[in-house]
């Protein structure tokens, strides 16, 4: 199926590896130019290197800075410049007891999680409103529906995004603008494979065999695993493209089933 975006450019913030990597690398084989992200210029430099190396003749393009600091967005989207495509993807998360969270890890998730996204959105989606034709993918997780108790920082910051793509898709009613969000379920992302090698390092364990523990705790998945990120980068890409104009204003889960929710 063509998704038609070959000509739409897309930004996606937190890009480097994992989820982001992926749906830059989904939409750069439909065609579309991408420009991916990340904090460090070494740690960009290497994604371009490896994703123009993965799909010769796409235009690749990367951006450095810390999208935690309004001044550094700022800087950053100036070199951008204009967009057709915004995905905020990037994220932090960690596994802390409540009562443990200090006020400063809770402002460190949030102004990751959260307000990269409202930084983000407030640079380019009034640009996409003036050209007539945009979207806005916003990657949460099932936590920000069923917050975790060993993670509440992190799943109150993803159900704020959920409320956040929720009111940004009012702004766009009777355009072909849209705004929508993807619940992603446990995911082998890069953060998560470092987490359960450091607890096989711990444990003396196989790292594969404290991954299907981990999979197998998780009773309410349907899948049954952690979820690869290109499965996440499929519904993003989809919902990024032209095909996708009648779904605004949506959370659409990718989830393997982990939510119990009929809708």
Same mark, same amino acid.
Do not use: C
């Given at each position: ?9 897309? /930004?996606?913030?937190?890009?480097? $590896? ?35 190396? @993965? ?6 393009? &990367? ?34 007891? /409540? ?7 809770? $402002? ?21 409103? @003036? ?21 509440? %920082? ?21 355009? @072909? ?7 992603? &379920? ?11 090698? %450091? ?26 695993? /952690?979820?690869?990120?290109? @499965? ?25 089933? $982990? ?5």
């Amino acid at each position: 199926m063509d998704l038609q975006v070959r000509g739409k450019r897309a /930004f996606i913030s937190g890009s480097t $590896r994992g989820i982001g990597y992926a749906v830059a690398r989904s939409l750069a084989a439909e065609g579309a130019a991408v420009v991916l992200h990340g904090r460090t210029p070494d740690g960009v430099r290497a994604a371009v290197r490896r994703l123009q190396e @993965e799909r010769h003749g796409v235009e690749v393009s &990367g951006v450095a800075g810390d999208v935690a600091d309004d001044g550094q967005v700022g800087r950053l989207l100036e070199a951008v410049g204009d967009v057709d495509v915004l995905v905020n993807n990037v994220g932090v998360f960690e596994v802390k007891p /409540f009562a443990a969270i200090t006020d400063e890890d809770w $402002r460190s998730v949030l102004d990751v999680n959260l307000m990269s996204a409202v930084r983000l959105s407030r640079q380019l989606l009034p640009g996409m409103l @003036e050209r007539g034709w945009g979207r806005v993918v916003m990657v949460s997780s099932e936590s920000g529906v069923d917050v975790p108790a060993d993670m509440l %920082h992190y799943g109150v910051s993803k159900a704020a995004v959920l409320a956040l793509s929720n009111g940004l898709a009012k702004l766009t009613r009777g355009t @072909e603008v849209t705004v929508n969000t993807v619940l992603g &379920g446990p995911t082998y992302s890069d953060g998560v494979a470092g987490a359960v090698r %450091h607890v096989a390092e711990l444990q003396q364990l196989p790292e594969e065999d404290v991954k299907a523990a981990i999979a197998a705790g998780n009773t309410s998945s349907l899948v049954q695993r /952690f979820l690869e990120p290109a @499965e996440l980068a499929s519904l993003v890409t989809y919902l990024a493209s032209p095909l996708a104009s009648a779904t605004n204003g949506a959370a659409l889960r990718a989830d393997g089933g $982990r939510l119990v929710q009929v809708l």
